[in-house]
């Protein structure tokens, strides 16, 4: 999955971004608030980790604006900022949560994972229904109740087509969520990739949409479709 990172101190953004990278995370790192409000608006990122102190624009502005134009990005604000205020403040912007500097990396991916889960609705860490779930704790998929594992990026892929399931998705729209800038996405990746995904759920699992895209199908006792998936 992809997470904008905004953050200005060069260490700390090139340690975070590493250790997310390491977590299976897209990360596409921007060092002020202007990059962070336009990649914010053009991106499709599972979330943004947010610090307000940043040159050319704060941000708070940058949540503000963001906000104000509809986008719902779950963010996470990372800041030294120990204010009462600022943290009222940044929480009344539409911030989803707060982390003060600072913290344990592991919270910081539970903190996460939760707002994550908070904006796909769910109260516990599994989404989808029927035959296919995804947990996003553990990063597995449940066929049938059955758990195995995923990649970073079949991960990501079954996490943009379970949060509307029977919503179709186009390729651009795969792209931009399973990829982060600068990664070399071949023409044919997100077929490779659904080819793959097929075998591990069953061949009934992704189903193309001629000319439009993909949607995924959480009922998979279909008729004939039963052990045909190993
Ligand atoms: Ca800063």
Redesign the pocket.
């Known amino acids: 999955m992809r997470v904008l990172l905004v ?3 060069d260490m ?1 953004g090139r340690s975070l971004s590493q250790a997310l990278d390491a977590q299976g995370w897209s990360v596409d790192w921007v060092r002020d608030g202007e990059l962070a409000y336009s990649a914010l608006i053009d991106g499709d990122y599972a979330c943004v980790l947010l ?5 050319r624009q704060d ?1 708070t502005e940058v949540l503000r604006k963001a906000r104000a134009r509809g986008n719902a990005t779950p963010v996470l604000v990372l ?2 900022r120990d204010g009462l205020d600022d943290r009222i403040t940044g929480l009344d912007l539409g911030a989803d949560d707060y982390l003060l500097k600072p913290y344990e990396f592991r919270e910081l991916l539970a903190r996460m994972r939760a707002v994550i889960r908070r904006r796909d609705g769910a109260a516990h860490s599994v989404i989808g229904s029927g035959d296919l779930q995804l947990d996003l704790t553990t990063r597995e998929v449940l066929v049938r109740g059955e758990r195995s594992a995923l990649s970073a990026r079949e991960f990501a892929l079954l996490h943009a087509l379970l949060e509307r399931p029977g919503a179709i998705l186009s390729r651009e729209q795969l792209e931009n969520r399973i990829y982060g800038w600068g990664e070399e996405v071949m023409s044919n990746a997100v077929d490779v990739l659904i080819h793959g995904m097929r075998k591990k759920l069953g061949p009934d699992a992704i189903r193309n949409v001629r000319g439009l895209g993909w949607r995924v199908v959480t009922t998979l006792a279909l008729a004939g479709s039963e052990g045909s998936a190993k």
């Open positions: 953050e200005d101190d700390i610090d307000l102190g940043l040159p941000g800041t030294a």
